[in-house]
C-alpha cells in the first residue's frame, strides 16, 4: 500500500498532462482577443515621434482612421510596410505607434520603407500597448469617425484584410 502513495504525483502529474493536453486540442489558436472592439480609443498620451510634443491618441486626426502598432524590430511589420503605403495612397488617414521601440530605429525604418503615418507616436515603455490589450505586432486597430473602434486585425495587414477592416465603417 506504500508503494502507490510513492507513485501519487506521478499520477497527479499524469492527471494535469491530460487536462492541459485537451485544452490545448480545444483551443483555436486563431482566436484573437478583441475586448476593445466597440469601445472608446483609450485615454493614452504619447509623444511625438518628430517633435515629442504629447499627443492623446483619442485627439489623433478626428473621423475615421487606422491605429497601427509597429516596431522597427518587427519582422512581420517590414511585410506589412507596402499594404500600409497603399492604404495611405488610397486617402486613409493612419495613426502609427512604435511599440517598445528606439525613436532612432523607428525613424530609420520609416526613412527605409515609407512613411504611410499622419501621425507618428512612441510607446517606448509598451504602457500604450497594454491599454490596447496588443498581444504582439503589427496590430491595427479601426477607428470611427465617433472614436470607437469597430474592428481589430493582429498579424500583418494584406488587402483583403484591410478592404474587410474598412468595409466596417459603413
Not at 530609420?108 to 507618428?120: I, M, R, S, W
Not at 490596447?132 to 503589427?138: E, K, L, S, Y
Request: with cysteine.
Amino acid at each position: 500500500m506504500k508503494r502507490w502513495i510513492g507513485f501519487t504525483p506521478l499520477i497527479v502529474l499524469a492527471a494535469l498532462g491530460v487536462l492541459f493536453a485537451g485544452y490545448a486540442l480545444k483551443h483555436d489558436p486563431h482566436v484573437q482577443p478583441h475586448a476593445l472592439v466597440g469601445k472608446p480609443v483609450p485615454a493614452v498620451t504619447l509623444p511625438d515621434l518628430d517633435t515629442g510634443a504629447l499627443v492623446a491618441v483619442r485627439d489623433t486626426p478626428a473621423g475615421p482612421r487606422l491605429i497601427n502598432f509597429y516596431a522597427s524590430w518587427c519582422a512581420p511589420c517590414r511585410v506589412e510596410a507596402p499594404q500600409l503605403m497603399a492604404l495611405k495612397a488610397q486617402g486613409v488617414t493612419l495613426v502609427g505607434i512604435a511599440y517598445k521601440d528606439e525613436p532612432a530605429k523607428t525613424q530609420a525604418f520609416l526613412t527605409e520603407l515609407g512613411d504611410p503615418f499622419a501621425v507618428k507616436l512612441v510607446d517606448r515603455s509598451g504602457r500604450a500597448g497594454i491599454e490596447f490589450g496588443v498581444t504582439g505586432v503589427p496590430e491595427t486597430f479601426l477607428v470611427g469617425a465617433n472614436g470607437v473602434i469597430l474592428a481589430k486585425h493582429s498579424g500583418p495587414l494584406t488587402d483583403a484584410d484591410a478592404r474587410e477592416m474598412l468595409a466596417k465603417l459603413r
